[in-house]
C-alpha cells in the first residue's frame, strides 16, 4: 500500500484548505484511515480517523468542529478539510492506514501500517 498526500500549501489564519491522499497498491477500501500532523519542533500528534465505513470519526479536540474527515472509497481517496484555520494548525500533516482499524486506539500511531509522506500546511496570522 502506497500513500501519497497533497494539497497542503500557504493559508492566512480563518481560511480553509483540504489535503487529499491517494491510495495505491492493494485495496485499502476496509482499512481505517488516519491523519497526523507535525508541527515545527514537536512530537507527531492525532488530528483525525476515519473507519472503511465511514460510519465512524474521530477527531483531536483542538481541531474538532473546524476539520472533517471523509473518504471516497471508489476513489481510494481520503479528505480532510481544514475550516477556520489557525497559526497552531502549522504543520506536516500525514495520512495513514491501519488494516485492523481498532476504536479504542484510533490516536495512536502505532495501529497503522502504512503511511505516505508529508504535505506542509502553513497558517500565517
Known amino acids: 500500500v502506497q500513500l501519497q498526500a497533497y494539497g497542503g500549501g500557504l493559508v492566512q489564519a480563518g481560511g480553509s484548505l483540504r489535503v487529499s491522499c491517494v491510495c495505491s497498491g492493494r485495496t485499502v477500501g476496509n482499512y481505517g484511515m488516519g491523519w497526523f500532523r507535525r508541527a515545527p519542533g514537536k512530537e507527531r500528534e492525532f488530528v483525525a480517523a476515519i473507519n472503511w465505513s465511514a460510519e465512524t470519526r474521530y477527531y483531536a479536540d483542538s481541531v474538532k468542529g473546524r476539520f472533517t474527515i471523509s473518504r471516497d472509497n471508489a476513489k481510494k481517496t481520503v479528505y480532510l478539510q481544514m475550516n477556520s484555520l489557525k497559526p497552531e494548525d502549522t504543520g506536516a500533516y500525514y495520512c495513514?492506514?491501519?488494516?485492523?482499524?481498532?476504536?479504542?486506539?484510533?490516536?495512536?500511531?502505532?495501529?497503522?501500517?502504512?503511511w505516505g509522506q508529508g504535505t506542509l500546511v502553513t497558517v500565517s496570522s
Open positions: 495513514a492506514a491501519a488494516e485492523y482499524f481498532s476504536g479504542s486506539y484510533y490516536y495512536n500511531g502505532e495501529m497503522y501500517n502504512y
